[in-house]
């Protein structure tokens, strides 16, 4: 298995806390993401990461926030939590070795559950 | 604009039958394909990969995939279910952005049910 740790696995928090998602990978690989996963929609983008300090936004950034100040770690704060942010969180990590032949796959944590209450 | 759709939200089969799951996309770029899988409260495994090499994919567990560019699908096939095939099944393309990066994008996922 890839070395992806997400933390913590499951958060109860209250709306309008901050909120901070970490992701902890050992694998060295460029590219992080953070997804959010909910019934009905597969896997949404909420920001991406492609090295140290930068990033970029995904599908479905309002109301998130990402750091990476390291290779291993990327981080998802929650600036505010609502409760329409409950869902599961998964972070995955990618490196691309050139195309046509880019091995773009990712590989993903296991995933923070996070309620909103 | 990049877009995957998988056309049934859920498929039922018995077990031992054949399994079909579709998938349909969009992708200005020659892009790469991939199914995912995921089994109830885990992360997401790779079945298997396009990337521009052959268009018949084989994966783990007896999955296999065609990339049809001419019907711009990339369906996953099994001959025989298999109790243990019960999950949720994504299929997701990578076009290229313009930061060289590769955003997945993943359809909304077909939940299979095997049944005795």
């Known amino acids: 298995d890839a070395g992806i740790t997400q933390s913590p696995r499951h958060k109860v928090t209250e709306t309008g806390t901050p909120v901070t998602l970490r992701c902890h990978q050992t694998?060295?690989?460029?590219?992080m993401y953070w997804y959010r996963q909910d019934p009905g929609h597969g896997l949404r983008l909420i920001h991406y990461?492609?090295?140290?300090?930068?990033?970029d936004k995904g599908e479905v950034s309002d109301g998130y926030s990402v750091s990476r100040s390291k290779t291993e770690d990327f981080l998802l704060t929650l600036e505010s939590a609502t409760s329409s942010q409950t869902s599961v969180y998964f972070c995955a990590i990618s490196e691309e070795s050139g195309r046509p032949k880019g091995n773009t796959e990712a590989f993903f944590g296991q995933g923070t559950r996070l309620t909103v209450v | 604009a990049q877009s995957v759709t998988q056309l049934d939200s859920h498929v039922s089969v018995s077990e031992g039958t054949p399994v079909l799951l579709r998938c349909n996309y969009s992708?200005?770029?020659?892009?790469?394909l991939f199914w995912y899988v995921q089994h109830p409260n885990k992360g997401l495994q790779l079945l298997l990969k396009?990337?521009?090499?052959?268009?018949l994919v084989k994966g783990i567990n007896g999955f296999e995939a065609e990339f049809k560019k001419s019907e711009t699908s990339f369906h996953l096939t099994k001959p025989s279910a298999h109790m243990s095939d019960a999950a949720e099944y994504f299929c997701v393309v990578t076009p290229r952005a313009r930061d060289s990066s590769y955003k997945l994008i993943f359809g909304s996922g077909t939940r299979l049910l095997v049944r005795p």
């Open positions: 990461s492609y090295g140290v300090k930068d990033t």
């Open positions: 992708s200005s770029y020659s892009p790469s």
């Open positions: 694998e060295n690989h460029r590219y």
């Open positions: 396009y990337t521009s090499a052959a268009t």
